[in-house]
């Protein structure tokens, strides 16, 4: 089998999961577990359908970096629960949810599944290091569209998208991009920063909508032709000039925060995917009677087992 890395926007996919089953699906000491259950099936059904050998938990270490903010303050402030003085912002997660969370990491720990976070960045930073950096085929599992700025048909980085639900998978490779939005992978980032995107508190440029923005990179290929060219007053309409130009404060800080990290020094231990030991399985198997996780823990031990 050729090596294939598989990496997940982890808060991504267990939002996912707790809106996807009942919160009925409970521990026996009364504790939710629906998040954790519909999480481990979509691994599962991850690792039957595309058979990545390696796969990495990327996480969230911090949400909401306050480099970012620094550059554009709404930057995900329709998301803050607490502003936390000297330290990341606490994010507004149902308590059922947050419960949760430490027992996911659990039990992909017990699974061998490999969790990787970097101070003051998020998941999406980790995931481009980690695409931009891999020696193999990637694949990235996200409903987050600012991750489509990493697909890149001569590495084979592909997007598996999840927007419209798990039984609605789209791979998304450079002409599934250029098919969405009429522009390339290279040219999303410059992209999104136009349009903007107020489910990150993005303004974009006002009054620049998709259309416009894919006909400007179109025509002047990145944000700095666009910028060059209204500056000069060629190659677009007086009123998109005047558009662009207002925007200038904007877009001298926004490319910084709708861009990826792609450098950050991770220290990522074995990631490779195994079958269980019998220590790795009496682990799991404690877990899974623990938090009443049924056959979830053992469709996804037996998904290990076939790697």
């Given at each position: ?10 808060a991504s ?8 089953v ?5 521990a ?5 577990v629906?998040?954790v ?11 039957t ?7 990495v ?12 903010v ?6 995900k402030t ?9 330290g990341?912002?606490?994010?507004e997660?149902?308590d ?7 027992v ?9 599944i490999r969790?990787?976070?970097a ?7 980790v995931i481009?290091t980690?695409?931009t ?5 990637v ?5 987050d569209?600012?991750?489509f700025q990493?697909?890149?048909?001569s590495?084979?980085?592909r997007v ?12 998304l ?14 040219q ?29 990179l ?14 000069a007053?060629?190659g677009?309409?007086?009123g998109?000039?005047?558009?662009v ?13 709708v ?6 020094p991770?220290?990522?231990p074995?990631?490779?995917l195994r079958p ?8 799991a ?7 009443a996780l ?14």
């Amino acid at each position: 089998m050729t090596d294939r890395l598989m990496l997940l926007d982890s808060a991504s996919l267990y939002f996912r999961a707790f809106y996807g089953v009942p919160d009925t699906v409970r521990a026996p000491d009364g504790t939710p577990v629906n998040a954790v259950r519909g999480f481990l099936d979509i691994i599962t059904r991850l690792v039957t359908t595309y058979r990545p050998t390696h796969l990495v938990a990327c996480w969230d270490d911090d949400w909401r970096p306050q480099w970012r903010v620094d550059l554009i303050p709404t930057y995900k402030t329709h998301r803050v629960a607490e502003v936390v003085a000297g330290g990341p912002d606490v994010e507004e997660v149902p308590d059922p949810l947050e419960v949760q969370v430490p027992v996911i990491r659990d039990v992909l720990g017990a699974l061998g599944i490999r969790i990787v976070g970097a101070p003051e960045h998020e998941a999406d930073d980790v995931i481009g290091t980690l695409a931009t950096t891999a020696s193999m085929p990637v694949d990235i599992v996200t409903g987050d569209r600012d991750l489509f700025q990493l697909v890149d048909d001569s590495r084979d980085v592909r997007v598996v998208y999840t927007a419209r639900g798990m039984s609605n998978l789209e791979v998304l490779t450079d002409a599934a991009v250029v098919g969405k939005y009429g522009v390339l992978p290279s040219q999303y980032a410059d992209f999104a920063t136009l349009r903007g995107d107020s489910s990150d508190g993005l303004p974009g440029v006002a009054g620049i909508g998709e259309k416009t923005a894919a006909g400007l990179l179109a025509t002047h290929g990145d944000l700095a032709g666009i910028i060059a060219a209204a500056e000069a007053g060629e190659g677009m309409s007086a009123g998109v000039r005047s558009k662009v130009l207002a925007g200038l404060p904007y877009l001298a800080v926004a490319p910084t925060v709708v861009a990826v990290v792609r450098d950050l020094p991770l220290d990522v231990p074995d990631h490779r995917l195994r079958p269980l030991d019998e220590a790795a399985r009496s682990e799991a198997s404690a877990l899974a009677e623990k938090w009443a996780l049924g056959t979830a823990v053992t469709r996804i031990v037996d998904a290990l087992d076939a790697v």
